[in-house]
């Protein structure tokens, strides 16, 4: 026994050569059918001929069509096939043969690497092909020029439609700054702007200045409050800055030029006095001299500092009333300086604007003299080079036809053997029954001829080898499995539906173990379908395992030898529905006792166990089960449903038989051997 090893290629393998047949069908098909719809294609007529664009073309700088030839190439590929242009070819065409009714097909195509156009005129019939093409040729570039010209003619409307509208919109500019100037003094205006300009500037530097001096005014008067010696030597030092500015003839004497002498004598004497006191009895004379001398300077640095500070305060008040004026004439001098600026900005607008509308104009002006429609794309740019040929006749293709025919249906076959491969469920290979039921591989017997399948083929001479070596293969399997010294082995043999050999399995290992010697009892079990007993020509009327179950015979009246084949075989017998009763309720015990002692081998060929349950009374007692399933036959589902009910009530794990098996299928590593010896 053995695991077989999944293979996919070999289960893929199986299915493709089941459905082989459908891809050389389907090319059979494809082919007769192209072949039938040849024969029945009339000729075609055609006729060729040949433009070309020999011209240069002078389009302008940065127009698209000059920047992407090739888009110019395939607008004349759409406009040789268009539906006008073949209108009216077919119009001219009419006019000069009243009998040409049908239209024939018109193609074009651009020569590779070229700019040469050839074009061809296919019809049903020879006349007036080549004529058609030549018409076609001539109303293209007809057309051509009629579509220059009406191009032209627009291009040219539109440009001078515009000139129009600039030069009346020039004209009101130009109407409309003319009228400004009038009423405005341009020069004046400017020269006013730069002088009230300049003069304003000079007036806010004077503003900043004074300012400035009343700021340090403010801070001079303070300081004179405040009694701190700092602080006075601070604000004397304030003033000098403020007097050091040119005086005006109303400004009054300064502050801060006498007084500043005096302070600072004042200052000396009192440090000489504090330095005196040290030295000196406060009745000394020269203390008390110097004492004196300090007392009268305090008394006229007081007098010229109330002398000094009405003179600056009235120096204060000129600073403020000139601050005034310089802010009163600077309102008056900004609102000059705006109203030159807005009318300078005015005149400007209107002159740019102006200047914009006269180039614009001037460039159209230019355009419309330059232009030339006919230098553009020149009148020869694209000519006839080769006018319509002499009329060809074309037979149909009808080998082409056919190969086309066979390469579809080698295409559909394909899909279709795909197809039915892939919805097809039965089984096709050994490794894929035993991976999806997961049972030890028994024996794997190969398919039979159908001549074989209806007598014991290994009493035939002409039994293959292969098929004889996998029944002994399996014998010396069960031979194997026995594990009682005494008693015979009971072995049934069952499927999971009908037609799936397993008759044809217990007939051949029947006559297999009796060639070895081994006492042999075959039992058809199968009370509905019985076949053993045809199989060995005897007749269906004998007693046999119905009349066992129901007890009208003994057991050895039941038994009978097989003729010269050397085993002994129980009939199924009469059948009724009373032995299905039966057996479901009870089971012979002479096929557990009797047959274990009068036989080494008991084989039983029972019912299948998906269609019916007749099997399942007895699998408990015997020792093994032989499953066996037919490749191509049931699917996968209703096997495992069979195992299913198999396991349920059997000792061991059913053993796995693979019937119909090919060398593709499994392992065959007895194959060449015994072909090569016989059976």
């Known amino acids: 026994m053995w695991r077989s090893r999944f293979n996919l290629s070999a289960i893929l393998s199986g299915k493709a050569r089941t459905y082989l047949f459908i891809v050389p069908l389907g090319m059979i098909v494809g082919g007769a059918w192209s072949a039938y719809r040849a024969s ?4 075609t007529f055609s006729s060729s001929g040949r433009l070309v664009m020999s011209g240069r073309l002078n389009f302008s700088e940065g127009n698209p069509v000059a920047n992407d030839f090739m888009a110019v190439l395939g607008t004349q590929l759409e406009i040789l096939t268009s539906e006008e242009l073949r209108e009216r070819a077919m119009i001219k065409l009419r006019l000069e043969h009243p009998d040409a009714m049908v239209r024939p097909d018109l193609g074009a195509r651009q020569v590779p690497r070229t700019t040469i156009f050839e074009l061809t005129a296919t019809s049903g019939g020879p006349t007036h092909v080549q004529r058609y093409l030549d018409l076609v040729m001539e109303e ?35 109407a409309e700054l003319f009228r400004f100037k009038q009423q405005r003094n341009i020069v004046f205006w400017e020269q006013q702007s730069t002088t009230a300009a300049r003069f304003l500037s000079q007036l806010k530097n004077r503003e900043a200045s004074l300012r400035m001096q009343l700021r340090l005014a403010e801070l001079l008067d303070r300081g004179a409050v405040t009694d701190s010696l700092a602080s006075r030597v601070g604000a004397l030092e304030l003033g000098e800055a403020v007097s050091a500015r040119p005086r005006t003839e109303t400004s009054g004497p300064s502050r801060g030029s006498a007084v500043t002498v005096q302070r600072l004598k004042l200052r000396e004497l009192e440090v000489e006095f504090e330095a005196m006191r040290e030295v000196f009895r406060p009745k000394h004379p020269r203390f008390q001299k110097l004492e004196g001398d300090i007392a009268k300077l305090r008394r006229l640095v007081g007098l010229l500092e109330t002398e000094d500070a009405a003179a600056f305060r009235r120096e204060v008040d000129g600073i403020r009333s000139e601050l005034e004026t310089i802010l009163a004439s600077m309102g008056e001098w900004e609102a000059k300086v705006l109203e030159s600026t807005q009318i300078e900005a005015e005149h400007q607008k209107l002159q740019s604007t102006t200047a914009r509308t006269r180039d614009l104009y001037q460039r159209l002006v230019a355009s419309l003299q330059n232009i030339d429609f006919r230098k553009g794309v020149d009148d020869e740019v694209i000519q006839v080079l080769k006018r319509a040929g002499v009329v060809r006749e074309s037979k149909p293709d009808s080998a082409g036809e056919v190969r086309r025919g066979i390469g579809l249906g080698l295409l559909v076959g394909l899909g279709l053997l795909m197809l039915a491969v892939r919805l097809d469920r039965r089984a096709f290979a050994v490794a894929e029954v035993a991976k999806a039921l997961e ?23 002409k039994c293959p080898g292969a098929f004889a070596e996998a029944i002994r293969s399996l014998r010396a399997t069960l031979a194997l499995e026995r594990t009682t010294a005494t008693g015979g082995q009971v072995v049934v043999i069952s499927s999971s539906s009908p037609g799936e050999g397993k008759s044809t399995l217990s007939l051949n290992l ?55 084949h050397g085993f002994s075989v129980m009939t199924a017998g009469r059948e009724s529905a009373r032995v299905v009763d039966a057996m479901m309720l009870k089971f012979p015990s002479a096929l557990t006792t009797e047959a274990r002692e009068k036989f080494d081998l008991v084989l039983i060929d029972s019912a299948p ?26 699917t996968l589902m209703t096997m495992k449903k069979a195992l299913l009910v198999l396991r349920r009530s059997a000792k061991k794990d059913p053993l796995l038989v693979i019937n119909g098996a090919r060398p593709s299928d499994g392992n065959f590593d007895y194959y060449d051997y015994s072909s090569s010896y016989g059976s």
């Open 439 to 461: 049972l030890d591989v028994a024996a794997e017997i190969p398919a039979l001829r159908s001549r074989f399948q209806d007598r014991i083929a290994m009493a035939d001479p």
């Open 140 to 174: 293209y570039i007809t057309m051509r020029r009629e579509q220059r010209l009406v191009s032209s003619r627009s291009v040219m409307d539109q440009i001078s439609g515009e000139i129009a509208r600039l030069e009346k919109i020039l004209n009101e500019q130009e």
């Open 40 to 43: 029945g294609l009339p000729s």
């Open 510 to 564: 029947a006559l297999a173990a009796a060639g070895a010697g081994v006492r042999t009892l075959l039992v058809d079990a199968d009370v509905r379908r019985g076949t053993i007993a045809q199989r060995l020509g005897l007749s269906a009327e004998l007693p046999g395992f119905a009349d066992l179950i129901r007890g009208t015979c003994s057991f050895d009246e039941c038994v009978r030898p097989a003729g010269e």
């Open 609 to 634: 166990v998906i269609p019916v349950s007749d099997t399942v009374p007895f699998i408990s007692r015997v020792d093994r089960v032989l499953y066996v399933v037919r490749l191509r036959t049931a």
